[in-house]
C-alpha cells in the first residue's frame, strides 16, 4: 500500500520557494518567528519521515567516492537498513551521484530511490554506509528525476509493502514536487504563506513539472480546504486535501 503523501511547503504569497530573495518582514516582526512555523506544522502530521529530490538532499551528502569490498548479498533487491525506529529521509537519487559516508539525514534514516543503472559499487557503498535503497521500474538511463508516472507509483509501493512506511511530508524541489503531482500522488497540500514578495519571473516555485506545453500535471485533481489559520507575524497555513475530480476534468 502507498504511503499517504503530504506535500509540505512554505512559500512567499507569489509561490515563489527560494528564501533569500522574499522581501524582508514588516517592521517590529520577527523572522524567526515565522522561520520556525514549518517545522511547528510539520510535526502535526506524525509522519514517518520526509522526501526529497537530489538537489535538495545535497546538503546532507558529505561523503566521497570510495571502493568498498561487496557485501554476500544480492544488491538487486531492496536493501532495508537498521532504521533502529528513526524517521526517514527518502530521496529521488536515480543515477546514484549522492555520496554519504553515514546512514542519516539531520538523524533521519536516508532511504535512496535509484534506476537499476547504477553500478555495483555504488550499492556496496550505500550498503557499508547502512543507507536503505530501493529501485524503481525505470531501465532509462534518466538525468535527475526523470521518473515516468509508473515508476514513482511502484516506488511508493516499495516503501509501503517493503519498509513499511506510512506517511511522508514531500518536501521537494518544485520539479520532485511536479513529478508527484503528474502522478497523482499527493494526498494533502500544507502550505505556509509566508507574508513576502519575490516577484521575478522563472524563479522555482512550489510545482514546477517540466512538461510540454499543453499538458496539464494537475488534470482531474481538485482542492477541498481542510483548515485555514492565521498565525502570529502574518504567516497562514492552509490545508487541502486533493480529491479527484468527479468528472476527471
Known sequence: MQPKIICHMV???DGRLLVDRWT???DGIDGKLLSGYYNQISQRFHADGWIVGRTTMEDY???????VEKPMIDLREPFIGNRNGRDVAVVIDLQGKLH???DHADGDHIIAILSENVSDDYLAELYH???S???TTSKRNNEGNGFQSGDLQYAMDVLGDTFGIKTLLLEGGGMTNGLFLKAGLINEISLLVYPGIDGLAGVPSIFNYLG???ERPAEGQSLRLISMESLEGGMVWLH???EKSPSGQ
Open 11 to 13: 512559500s512567499s504569497v
Open 24 to 26: 524582508t518582514p514588516a
Open 61 to 67: 551528502a558529505q561523503g566521497t567516492v570510495r571502493k
Open 100 to 102: 554519504y559516508g553515514q
Open 129 to 131: 554506509d547502512g543507507i
Open 133 to 135: 535503497y530501493l529501485f
Open 212 to 214: 510540454k506545453a499543453n
Open 240 to 242: 487541502y486535501a486533493v
